[in-house]
């Protein structure tokens, strides 16, 4: 990393270090983050590399945050709905599909994942950034609040939203009967 430009305390050799540190610990986390988030190896690739550009010019404002990693996060997650959002602008004004990217890496169940891929990637923006923080990459609710700057109890509800939203995508016979047998329920009530 060349400091060169840097808006960092002077481009000094230990914010370098610590920047090099922070890139080392969280490169892989913030990967697989883009990756969920967009679908797609190249852009992820891009969005982690736009944002890593970003956290090392403003080093010093990272730093300060109350979590310099859940900053960092954020950023990915703006950078990737952007993405996402430009993709399917430029498909609709082309009207072409883009090949589906397989969503694991050796998921022998190619059709799922490609449906799985597909659900998520409709999911709304925040409701997608709730869900894969939640469940591919495991963070406690709390932090996908801070790392979102949304409350709980939005993080709580978006979740279940997007969960909700990729049962009926993924499997509609069983949402359709889960609301039938919703209403029976309140209708017997």
Known sequence: MSSTGSSTSGGTGSARAEFEDFFRRHHRELARLAYTMTGNRAES??????????????????????????????????LSVERV???????????????????FYNSPDVGGAVDLQAAVLSLPPGRRACVVMRHVLDLPEEEVARTLGISLGTVKSQTSKGLAQLRSQLDPARAAAAAADGRTARKEA
């Open 85 to 103: 959002r430009t993709a399917v602008r430029d498909r609709q004004r082309h009207r072409l599909m883009a090949p589906l990217t397989r969503w």
């Open 45 to 78: 690739d891009d969005v982690v590399g736009e944002a890593l550009a970003s956290a090392w010019e403003h080093w010093d404002r990272v730093q300060g945050a109350d979590s310099p990693l859940a900053y960092v996060r954020k950023i990915v997650v703006n």
